[in-house]
Nanobody, 122 residues
Framework: QVQLVESGGGMVQAGGSLRLSCAAS????????MGWFRQAPGKEREFVAA????????YYADSVKGRFTISRDNAKNTVYLQMNVLKPEDTAVYYC???????????????WGQGTQVTVSS
């Protein structure tokens, strides 16, 4: 089992920045691919970003490419999502996710966090 706890959400004006953190505990964090999803009111949960355990390639939804950056610190069992140039349409609950592979974490993650609210005002 892997437990994931997000933090760092909040309210920010359009154009601002936030950094989300996801602290993992349980099984060996460094072996998992990690990702971020989000769900806006009335919409389905959607993929945002992901990266493998090896800190190599990163993957992003087109809507956030160039504005968001995913990173991880395996020594701290933590994955981050740096969000810059935020837009009102980025408003959502953001979820951390973990999976055995990039394919798993981007499609049907094995583990989810409880979510953190991000609100971007215009």
């Amino acid at each position: 089992q892997v437990q994931l706890v997000e933090s760092g959400g909040g309210m920010v004006q359009a154009g601002g920045s936030l950094r989300l953190s996801c602290a993992a505990s349980g099984r060996t964090f460094s072996r998992y691919a990690m990702g971020w999803f989000r769900q806006a009111p009335g919409k389905e949960r959607e993929f945002v970003a992901a990266m493998p355990w090896s800190n190599s390639n990163t993957y992003y939804a087109d809507s956030v490419k160039g504005r968001f950056t995913i990173s991880r610190d395996n020594a701290k069992n933590t994955v981050y999502l740096q969000m810059n140039v935020l837009k009102p349409e980025d408003t959502a609950v953001y979820y951390c996710a973990a999976g055995d592979t990039i394919l798993v974490v981007t499609t049907h993650p094995d583990y989810w966090g409880q979510g953190t609210q991000v609100t971007v005002s215009s």
